[in-house]
Each structure stands twice: as structure tokens, then as C-alpha cells.
């Protein structure tokens, strides 16, 4: 594109007409239409996909014509696809580990923290945890890594934090 | 320093050429707005989580957004960023009073995006629409809308910190060109602020849907 002329220093910029900004507002506005009127319909599963899109479309408009990508330098247009790329991994195998992560084993609520408190879906503590919660803080805090070790080994085996709890407070 | 047509102010001592140095700046540029989608990002990806884990509370809690308030705040915003690429083109070809007022209308059309923002957050601190342990609507079905508030505030109040930092470098670019800074020959800080106000803009675009549209 104008790789030729903006490697030759001086000369200026690609003047884009104010009519071809126009036209690319009047897009979109456009698609801004289209993106509520279409989300006035449910299409089940598929309304997240075509919102993003319709999101997506202007997005690249914007990119490319109000950012001038279209006639700058192709280095620029690449960091910037290449963060899409990035973020995309980023979502995809977060997502992957959050939705597929109790194939492997059944979950097991487990606190980070040995007097963290687990809700259960009614926004009630859940019982074990509450029980954590009353006991002796300061002592059992300075023993807080050794009692996370017990309940992972509690937790790959399917539950029983319980006794792992007590065995590890009993301890002192 | 002498200013002269063979080096002239603006122009750093380091580069060989304004072609060279706008070249230099842009890059620079991108990969800042490329810190930034991936600052956004993780807001984007926690968006992601939560909304698979409660797709109900989030279908639910979509409602109390008024997508007429933040359509409206699309349109201005997208008017927005054509101002703001109209008062760079201005520059190209040497029009900085025209310019001057493009970038006059995109700082109006920018305070008109935190007007509308403001009534909307005001309405939701009034009915208790808040993040964490600070929800105390009861209007919403479910166990925990407030994780669809504490996200709709981060990512919608982060956004709209951006819009305030672009008001304020806007103006600095309106004082700059009024001191006669800026002309065809040299006008990065103007275009700068552009890509980064079209980012803004940009991910605007993404946050409108996911919030008001689809939830």
C-alpha cells in the first residue's frame, strides 16, 4: 500500500476523502441498528456469536479506516491482530480448564485460605467451612500451608476434608 | 535551537526524517493499545467465566440495563471517533482552525458519552444495582446478580476513565494546535490521541452487546 511512501520519510500520510469517513460512520451507525434490532430476537445459543459479529464487523472497520490500518505500515496491523490472537488463548484455555475441569475429578470445594468461607448456591456457608471458620485463628494460620497440602490430598481423593481439618488443628 | 526547513523544531535529533519519526511513534503507539486490549482483556475473560458458570443471572440481571441509554451512547461515541479522524485529516491538508473545532465536537460528544453514563450509574446507585456485598436490589431472580453489577461497573467504569483521560490529553491537543504546533508537516500528538480514542471507541463496541444486548 503506502509502504513505498512512508519509507521515503517526508512525504505525508494517505488523505482519506471526508466522504469515505462518512461512509464508514454510516456503517456503522448501521450495524449499531442492526446489532439491536437482531437482539430483539433469540436465537438460543447463537445471540452471543452474533452479537460479536456484528461487533467484530465494526470493529474492523474501525481499525481500518478511522486507524488508517488499511494504508499504514502492515507491521502495525499485525501487533494488533496478534493481541487478538493472544487474548484468544488467553479466554479459550481459561475457559476450557473452568468448564471442563471436574471431567477429571468430581469438585471439590477447597479453600484457599483454611478459614475462607464457601458459599453453597442458597448463599449459606457451607457447613465444613463454617466449622473452619470458628476455630483458633492465630495458631492455625501459621499452619496454613501444611493444612492446605492435607486437603489437596483430600480433595483428589474424592472428599473426607473433614477429618483432614481436624487431624491437622488437632495437631496442636 | 535553529529552526529550520532541513530540521525543523518538532523534529527529534535521533530521526532522519518526520516520516521516519511519525513511523517511529505509531509503532510505539500500537503496541501501547496492544497493552491495553490485553489490560481490558482480563475483564473480558472474567466476563467470559462468569457468564458461563450463570448464564441465567446474567440473561436476568441484562434487563435492568436500559439499551436504549447505551445505544444511544454508541452512536455518540462512533460520531465521536469520525470527529476526531475528520480533525486529523484536517491537518493533513492544513486546515488547523477546522480541525480545532472537530476536536472541540469530539470532546462534547465525549461529555454527552459520561452524562448519559452518569444517569445511568446514578439510577443504579439509587436502587442499590451495586457490585459485592453493596447489592441490595431484590428485583432480579436468582442467587447472585450482583457478580453481573460488579462486572458491568469494573469493565463500564474503566472504559469510562479512559473517555476522561481522552477529554483531558483532547483538550491539551486543542491548546497545542492553538498555539500553531501543528500542521500538515507534523501533527503526531493529534494522531496518536486518535488511535488511542478509537480504541476507546472500539472497545465500547464490544462492551455494548455483551451488557445491554445479550447478557
Known amino acids: 500500500m503506502s509502504n513505498e511512501h512512508s519509507a521515503h520519510g517526508a512525504s505525508q500520510d494517505h488523505v482519506m476523502p471526508v466522504r469515505n469517513y462518512l461512509m464508514v460512520a454510516s456503517a456503522l451507525f448501521v450495524l449499531t441498528v442492526i446489532t439491536v434490532a437482531v437482539a430483539q430476537v433469540d436465537f438460543g445459543a447463537w445471540n452471543l456469536v452474533v452479537a460479536m459479529v456484528v461487533a467484530t464487523t465494526k470493529a474492523v472497520?474501525?481499525?481500518?479506516?478511522?486507524?488508517?490500518?488499511?494504508?499504514?505500515?502492515?507491521?502495525?496491523?499485525?501487533?494488533?491482530?496478534?493481541?487478538?490472537?493472544?487474548?484468544?488463548?488467553?479466554?479459550?484455555?481459561?475457559?476450557?480448564d473452568t468448564m471442563e475441569r471436574d471431567r477429571l475429578y468430581p469438585e471439590v470445594a477447597t479453600p484457599i485460605r483454611e478459614h475462607a468461607i464457601i458459599y453453597d448456591d442458597e448463599g449459606k456457608p457451607l457447613k465444613q467451612n463454617a466449622h473452619a471458620g470458628e476455630g483458633e485463628h492465630g495458631e492455625a494460620a501459621e499452619h496454613g500451608d501444611a493444612a492446605m497440602e492435607h486437603e489437596e490430598g483430600a480433595a483428589a481423593e474424592g472428599g473426607d476434608e473433614q477429618g483432614s481439618e481436624d487431624a491437622t488443628s488437632g495437631g496442636h | 535551537m535553529a529552526d529550520s526547513a532541513a530540521h525543523p523544531r518538532w523534529l527529534q535529533h535521533h530521526f532522519t526524517s518526520a516520516g521516519q519519526q511519525r513511523e517511529s511513534a505509531k509503532l510505539g503507539m500500537w503496541i501501547f493499545l496492544v497493552t491495553e486490549i490485553l489490560f481490558f482483556?482480563?475483564?473480558?475473560?472474567?466476563?467470559?467465566?462468569?457468564?458461563?458458570?450463570?448464564?441465567?443471572?446474567?440473561?436476568?440481571?441484562?434487563?435492568?440495563?436500559?439499551?436504549?441509554?447505551?445505544?444511544?451512547?454508541?452512536?455518540?461515541?462512533?460520531?465521536?471517533?469520525?470527529?476526531?479522524?475528520?480533525?486529523?485529516?484536517?491537518?493533513?491538508?492544513?486546515?488547523?482552525?477546522?480541525?480545532?473545532?472537530?476536536?472541540?465536537a469530539t470532546i462534547l460528544l465525549a461529555l454527552t458519552f459520561m452524562v448519559i453514563k452518569y444517569f445511568e450509574y446514578a439510577h443504579k446507585f439509587h436502587v442499590g444495582q451495586l457490585p459485592g456485598k453493596y447489592y441490595t436490589y431484590t428485583g432480579i431472580e436468582g442467587t447472585s446478580p450482583h457478580i453481573f453489577f460488579s462486572l458491568y461497573f469494573m469493565m463500564t467504569g474503566l472504559h469510562g476513565l479512559h473517555v476522561m483521560i481522552g477529554i483531558g490529553v483532547i483538550l491539551w491537543l486543542i491548546i497545542r494546535n492553538r498555539r500553531g504546533d501543528f500542521s500538515n508537516a507534523y501533527y503526531n500528538p493529534v494522531e496518536m490521541t486518535g488511535l488511542y480514542w478509537h480504541l476507546v471507541d472500539l472497545i465500547w463496541i464490544y462492551l455494548f452487546p455483551l451488557f445491554y444486548l445479550v447478557g
Open chain 1, 61 to 96: 472497520l474501525v481499525a481500518m479506516f478511522f486507524m488508517h490500518l488499511f494504508y499504514d505500515n502492515k507491521l502495525f496491523a499485525a501487533f494488533f491482530t496478534g493481541s487478538f490472537v493472544i487474548l484468544g488463548i488467553f479466554i479459550v484455555i481459561t475457559m476450557f
Open chain 2, 41 to 104: 482483556g482480563g475483564l473480558f475473560c472474567a466476563y467470559a467465566i462468569y457468564h458461563a458458570w450463570n448464564p441465567d443471572i446474567f440473561h436476568e440481571a441484562h434487563k435492568a440495563l436500559d439499551w436504549r441509554l447505551g445505544g444511544l451512547n454508541t452512536l455518540v461515541l462512533i460520531t465521536s471517533s469520525l470527529t476526531m479522524a475528520l480533525a486529523i485529516r484536517s491537518l493533513q491538508v492544513n486546515k488547523a482552525k477546522l480541525a480545532n473545532g472537530y476536536l472541540w
